[in-house]
T-cell receptor, first 116, second 112 residues
Framework: AQKVTQAQTEISVVEKEDVTLDCVYETRDTTYYLFWYKQPPSGELVFLIR??????QNEISGRYSWNFQKSTSSFNFTITASQVVDSAVYFCALSEADTGGFKTIFGAGTRLFVKA | GAGVSQSPSNKVTEKGKDVELRCDPISGHTALYWYRQSLGQGLEFLIYFQGNSAPDKSGLPSDRFSAERTGGSVSTLTIQRTQQEDSAVYLC??????????FGPGTRLTVT
């Protein structure tokens, strides 16, 4: 069964601090996809990144970086030099290839507050 | 181009009434998803449609919930005999493949 755990309910940082959001997943499938989405205060979810299980390369996009480690079933998200605009709820998600890759299970989300 | 749209944006209904929530996906997207987000909570998967395949209804919480997708495009989520615990934001998303999903703004349902 699919499961995504985001143990951090809320994180509060001061602007310019680095912050890491943790995501641990469970799956029995060998082929799966991992995602991060951002939900700003306006409410509409925005896609940030997708990773498939065959690609363990870490990725960097501007101030955002992602660390995928199959050995620990983790897909952590780091924001470097955080900004107030990064304040949002961030969701990690998982879909499995044996369900066609479509059924997506989301974690409970981590609410990030970035204070000026 | 147009994104995912949902209507109504807000719906207040009395306990026991039926409601219909509508989702217009991005044109050409073969997959359509419904989720429920209760206040301050994560996203709960309800159902997804993919092409002509039978929908995956495994997330529907009870038989009061049903959904259909007509012509491979617009989808309607129906909740019969609404209960107060059905109050939540109902989110629709669409995708072209098992990739990133594009979300609509949601319908906030309040059952009084």
């Amino acid at each position: 069964a699919q499961k995504v755990t985001q143990a951090q309910t809320e994180i509060s940082v001061v602007e310019k601090e680095d912050v890491t959001l943790d995501c641990v997943y469970e799956t029995r499938d060998t082929t799966y996809y991992l995602f991060w989405y951002k939900q700003p205060p306006s409410g509409e979810l925005v896609f940030l990144i997708r990773r498939n299980s065959f690609d363990e390369q870490n990725e960097i996009s501007g101030r955002y970086s992602w660390n995928f480690q199959k050995s620990t079933s983790s897909f952590n998200f780091t924001i470097t030099a955080s900004q107030v605009v990064d304040s949002a709820v961030y969701f990690c998600a998982l879909s499995e290839a044996d369900t066609g890759g479509f059924k997506t299970i989301f974690g409970a989300g981590t609410r990030l507050f970035v204070k000026a | 181009g147009a994104g995912v749209s949902q209507s109504p944006s807000n719906k207040v209904t009395e306990k026991g009434k039926d409601v219909e929530l509508r989702c217009d996906p991005i044109s050409g997207h073969t997959a359509l998803y419904w989720y429920r987000q209760s206040l301050g909570q994560g996203l709960e998967f309800l159902i997804y449609f993919q092409g002509n395949s039978a929908p995956d209804k495994s997330g529907l919480p009870s038989d009061r919930f049903s959904a259909e997708r007509t012509g491979g495009s617009v989808s309607t989520l129906t909740i019969q005999r609404t209960q107060q615990e059905d109050s939540a934001v109902y989110l629709c998303a669409s995708s072209d493949q098992p990739s990133e999903q594009y979300f609509g703004p949601g319908t906030r349902l309040t059952v009084t």
